[in-house]
């Protein structure tokens, strides 16, 4: 398999060594690495689950339920509509801040214009050598372009937008016998070719070219348990597994395919994308554990959970995203998906939500299983908070509105009796994730590392002596960063930004935004066109790395300018963004009942 197959966009920070440390460490005992064979993956699914579930009770250090008494000024009063910052009373909503709207535009025609010249149709670029790459071998699939044909059409770029829509009709072509990644191929370009159809008012050659994809993708769904194979051969249609591990997929990765094959399905009255889709979600209903949570892995062959990390970062991100997701994307009209995340939030509250104990920041920590040396699985809580959870905040604070709120539409921002108590609580948690993202970002570039660490009461640190509450593991003065001080361009914590300030009207939010942004620009802009990446958020001037991923035109970029645009485009309440930032329109179906239903 090639190194491009594995790379992975919301599973950055998952290298194979990665995953196979993951996966020992809940299996120790195992001496032949390579070989997890189906049973026995089953006997140690058997063995462990019983030990695990019953362990949850003793496992935690803090008791959430204090937080719930720190997020009344996030409220809007109950009695008046003072909630604006502005005391006016204007809602800055609908007030596009022009100047910064448009500052964001130039950034991305640096960005596209320069793989433009260098690189154009190439799936990935290198804005410092000015050189193109594929993902595979066999030649591009349209990863960059595609990608970021949606930002083009909501930037009104009429003519950048023309040449990249001339190159998909000239130039594209799925027929590449190569090995691609199921999750990565799904949500950039097939989410792009769906955003890009509804915003160019249905041109049929992105609907065309979707249907083509989504054909080459379809067997990948034809295992034992309907869950999906985690690569394809889009040449030879099938599905391709793990080369280390042949059983394992990530729990994100199968569930974050949903809301791109139901509205292709929507579009085009083929019932096998939606049915393909939903039965993944089936296998994970059925897999359900106690708590509510989902580990990373799940086994292909069986549809169970299979012991080993539970967290809100890479793996298991876009699991909770999509449930909500899916919530909408229908019109709340499948309730089966409203109780999968309310389940989901509660055990999340319950186990991984956790507080700083000086600064009193808010966190979401990872849950491990280790294997004692008598071979009983033990779990231990890791402060360790990716840069990838950042979405979770604006996440939290949406679901708050739509899935836990009495009336609808709620006010901006909601007010206490509008919400349910578990919307209160979410609302809160999602406020204040938010704020430990943006000082995150206290650095000295400005930006957030990939990967951060909290202090915990256990660490019996001396308060005087703490500086701050989270820092990058393994910085060092004057020894090469670790992979944690990174900033890749990310959009997570911009993403949660423009929800929050949809939902709120907060201009904080707008300003935290453009901070970021200036942060980006000056240290990640590359002269002669193109971004880069950024190995050390704490060293100024910033040493660069040579990568100008597609997430920055099609994610950052994009919820960037959205921050500053009149609340009307793009509205919440009429489009669901699915996990690459491409907007899908919000639909009601009409003959379908949910799985749970029937
Ligand atoms: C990438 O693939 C495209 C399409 O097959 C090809 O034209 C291009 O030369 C390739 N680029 C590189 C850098 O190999
Ligand atoms: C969602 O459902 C409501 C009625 O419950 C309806 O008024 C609204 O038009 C629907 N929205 C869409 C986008 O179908």
Request: charged share 25%; proline share 5%; hydrophobic share 35%.
């Amino acid at each position: 398999m090639s190194d491009a197959a594995l790379r992975k966009r919301k599973t950055q920070s998952d290298t194979k060594g990665q995953a196979r440390k993951e996966i020992n460490a809940a299996n120790t005992q195992r001496k032949n690495e390579a070989d997890v064979d189906t049973a026995a993956l089953l006997r140690y699914i058997k063995i462990l689950w019983i030990p695990l579930v019953l362990c949850f009770g003793g496992i935690f250090f803090f008791n959430p339920s204090t937080i719930t008494d720190i997020g009344n000024s996030w409220f809007g009063t109950d009695s008046g509509d003072s909630w604006s910052s502005n005391s006016a009373g204007i809602d800055l909503r609908y007030i596009p801040d022009v100047e910064k709207r448009d500052a964001v535009v130039e950034a991305f025609k640096h960005a596209w214009r320069a793989y433009e010249r260098d690189a154009m149709g190439d799936d990935e670029y290198h804005a410092m050598s000015k050189k193109g790459t594929n993902l595979t071998e066999a030649g591009g699939i349209g990863y960059t372009v595609i990608d970021s044909i949606d930002t083009m059409l909501i930037m009104g770029l009429e003519e950048d937008y023309q040449r990249a829509r001339q190159w998909v009709e000239t130039k594209l072509s799925f027929e590449k016998d190569g090995v691609f990644n199921t999750f990565e191929t799904t949500i950039r370009v097939l989410g792009g070719l769906l955003s890009a159809y509804h915003l160019s008012s249905n041109d049929k050659l992105y609907l065309d070219r979707a249907i083509d994809l989504a054909d080459r993708i379809l067997p990948v769904f034809n295992t034992n348990s309907g869950l999906p194979w985690p690569q394809v051969n889009l040449a030879q249609k099938k599905g391709v597994p793990n080369s280390d591990y042949q059983a394992v997929v990530s729990t994100a990765e199968v569930s974050t395919l949903q809301l791109e094959f139901r509205y292709l399905s929507y579009l085009t009255d083929n019932e096998e994308y939606w049915e393909k889709a939903e039965d993944v979600m089936r296998v994970i209903k059925e897999a359900k554990m106690a708590h509510g949570l989902a580990t990373i892995y799940m086994h292909v062959e069986t549809g169970k959970y299979i012991p080993s990390t539970i967290r809100l970062g890479s793996r298991g991100d876009s699991y909770y995203e999509y449930l909500l997701k899916q919530y909408i994307q229908t019109n709340y009209t499948e309730p089966v998906y409203k109780d999968m995340y309310d389940d989901a939030m509660e055990g999340i509250h319950r186990h991984l939500i956790q507080q700083s104990p000086n600064s009193k920041m808010i966190y979401t920590a990872e849950l491990i299983p280790e294997r004692t040396e008598t071979g009983e699985l033990n779990w231990h809580l890791s402060p360790k908070q990716d840069h990838l959870v950042c979405f979770f905040g604006g996440s939290l604070m949406l679901g708050a509105t739509v899935a836990e709120a009495m009336v609808q539409p709620v006010s901006v921002p909601p007010k206490r009796k509008e919400l349910t108590p578990n919307g209160i609580r979410d609302w809160v948690t999602g406020a204040a994730l938010i704020k430990t993202c943006w000082d995150t970002h206290d650095t000295a570039t400005g930006l957030s590392p990939e990967i951060v660490y909290f202090i915990t009461p256990q660490d019996n640190l001396d308060p005087s002596s703490v500086s701050s509450d989270w820092y990058i593991k393994g910085a060092e003065p004057y020894a090469p960063p670790p992979y944690d001080a990174r900033y890749i361009l990310r959009p997570e914590t911009v993403e949660s930004l423009f929800i929050a300030f949809r939902l709120t009207g907060d201009i904080k939010y707008r300003n935290w935004g453009w901070s970021i942004f200036q942060a980006i620009e000056k240290h990640c802009k590359i002269e002669t066109g193109g971004y880069a990446s950024v190995l050390n958020v704490d060293e100024v001037p910033a040493t660069w790395e040579d990568k100008m991923e597609t997430f920055l035109m099609s994610e950052t970029l994009k919820y960037l300018y959205l921050l500053f645009e009149d609340a009307n485009v793009l509205p919440l309440d009429k489009y669901v963004f699915n996990t690459e930032a491409h907007p899908l329109p919000i639909f009601t179906p009409t003959v379908r009942t949910a799985f749970a239903d029937s």
